[in-house]
């Protein structure tokens, strides 16, 4: 079965244990409609601001860590895609502040709808540490599904 509603769909990720569920959800959206699977990982590029760059070459020892550990999770996220029997899942890796870069990406490639995990924090820790989900889900023009995790705190 095919459906015509979901073609593109976004599955963000931060390759944690948060996100399985999330990536669950969406291989199973995507096996349903038969939709093309983008698997996006970003690189928190903006944290880096705050680092003084040194000529050690340690920021881009640290850059090139967090761009394998992308690639590690989009790469699960491919097999786990393929096991289920998803046929169309491209891998992608890209840099910048991770709401910002889920929101351009989904736009630039027609996305019908962007499945994302959360941690599901509330008050003060979701004001310390802000919510990627939270801004997409504010900002975007396409359907966004947030999957909690299991994980209760």
Known sequence: M??????????????SENTQ???????????????TVHALYVVDTS??????????GGWEAMFEILRKEGQSAV???KQQGKAAGVEDIREIVWEG??????????EKNNADLIVMGTLGKTGLDRFLLGSVAEKVVRSS???VMVVRSGETS
């Open 141 to 143: 023009t396409v359907p």
């Open 47 to 56: 944290s880096f601001s705050s680092i003084p760059m040194s000529s050690d």
């Open 75 to 77: 790469s699960a996220v």
């Open 97 to 106: 502040h991770p709401s910002s870069a889920i929101l351009e990406f989904a």
């Open 21 to 35: 569920r999330a990536i669950s959800y969406g291989i199973e959206i995507a096996k349903l409609s038969g939709a």
């Open 2 to 15: 095919t459906s015509e509603f979901y073609r593109n769909i976004v599955i963000a990720t931060d390759g």
